[in-house]
């Protein structure tokens, strides 16, 4: 029987643009996943096994806009309103995919309350349940984990809404490349402080802060940086 974790975001792909994401994916959530193992052995079933493990929405995006980048070139496209475009549908997909992580239990929060009404419990079999009872955080046998944050369904939650927004400012008449950018700083500033309800594991760290937290703060850079390319651009235009 497959891993619950192999059913969280899924690697297959009916088409080479999706695979350059998927690929880029598989890469990114792995790094940390494999550094544990090597830390503490070099048994082959282990490694085996974290291949099996679910993906990361960063490695997608990198892999997605680096294919998307090279056939824009190679098509002669507008690379930034492009970009601009293909945003709502990044957001969309997020959510989809977030949605995909509740189902499966990955990517799952701390505990919260016993309580509180916005809580989650997850059955055995999800990757949730498998997590804790590795730690010990529940006793073999038990039903189902303690009540955890439903970080994914928050996040999807939050991508749906800006979906909806990017859609409605790409009608606007904004500067080419400034959607994008609106979309990788909103998305950044917010996986910034989501990352402190997060509780699965191996997710790596350097410093004070996780991996994401690394990547959401280049994110803000990267949509800053569109936005100081775009407006340079704009005003070599305006004066030619």
């Known amino acids: 029987m497959r891993s619950a974790r192999s059913y969280c ?9 999706v695979s350059s994401a998927c690929s880029s994916k598989r890469n990114v959530s792995m790094v940390p996943k494999m550094i544990h193992v090597l830390g503490r052995s070099l048994a082959v079933p282990d490694v085996l096994q974290y291949m099996k493990a679910g993906l990361v929405w960063y490695g997608g995006v990198i892999g997605a806009l680096g294919g998307g980048l090279a056939y824009g070139i190679l098509a ?11 945003a709502p549908a990044l957001a969309l997909a997020h959510a989809w995919g977030r949605i995909g992580c ?21 059955p055995e079999g ?4 498998a997590d ?7 006793a073999p046998g038990a039903a189902e984990t303690p009540p955890l944050v439903p970080v994914q369904l928050v996040e999807a939650g939050f991508e749906i809404t800006m979906a909806l927004l990017l859609m409605v400012l790409v009608g606007r008449r904004w500067r080419r490349g400034h959607v994008m950018a609106a979309y990788f700083i909103l998305y950044g500033v917010f996986r910034f402080f989501l990352e402190n309800l997060r509780s699965d594991p191996y997710r790596g760290s350097f410093l004070v802060l996780s991996t994401s937290q690394w990547i959401a ?21 305006a004066a030619t």
């Open 9 to 17: 975001c899924s690697d297959k792909s009916p088409s080479q643009r």
């Open 76 to 86: 002669r496209l507008p690379i930034l309103a492009t970009m601009d475009a293909a």
């Open 102 to 122: 509740f189902l499966a239990g990955c990517c799952y929060g701390r505990v919260c309350d016993a309580g509180a009404a916005l809580c989650a419990r997850f």
């Open 126 to 129: 999800s990757v949730a349940y």
């Open 132 to 138: 804790m009872l590795e730690k010990g955080a529940i």
């Open 217 to 237: 703060i280049l994110m803000v850079l990267a949509g800053a940086a569109i936005v100081v390319l775009a407006g340079a651009r704009a005003r070599r235009r």
